[in-house]
């Protein structure tokens, strides 16, 4: 089962127009994807890459997405509140990834991993990092978001 994710933004669309598109600004963004402005503002002027998950996350948060559609309103200001800033647990990666129905690689792929790295993630003992969009958007398209639903477009 496929998880209608973008690889990419969609020429024209960089990560700029996403964050204009959810009223919201640059230190605000950042805080959304759990990070300082300096690196972030270094993924919107391009200087360093966006993850599938950013780039998910972003285009569902700014109604841009062609696959999913978000179905909770927001008030941008308390954006960076409403999404989980915590690190969940390689049990907790594992349970998402199955309930979502994937194997390792088709999660791998479909987030843009090596299939190594995206096992180290689910290590149990000591899971690698989850970046912050990353887990938002598994919990959104898990429907487990306590905050924040989507559905297919």
Known sequence: ?????????????TLADCRKAMGIGPTLAAK??????????????????VSVGEINLFMILAHLHPHWRLTTPYDPVLLPDLL???????????????????????????????LSSWKMKENLLKPASLKTAEYNLLLMLCNEHPSLGITAA
Request: hydrophobic residues 45%; charged residues 15%.
């Open 1 to 13: 089962m496929a998880l209608n994710l973008l690889l990419a933004f969609p020429v024209p669309l």
């Open 32 to 49: 959304c994807l759990g990070l300082q402005y300096p690196p972030y503002f270094k993924k919107e002027t391009g200087v360093v890459g």
């Open 84 to 114: 989980i800033h915590t690190q969940p647990t390689g049990d907790e990666i594992k349970a998402l990834r199955i309930k979502l129905a994937q194997t390792q690689a088709a999660m791998a792929e479909q987030l843009g991993y090596k």
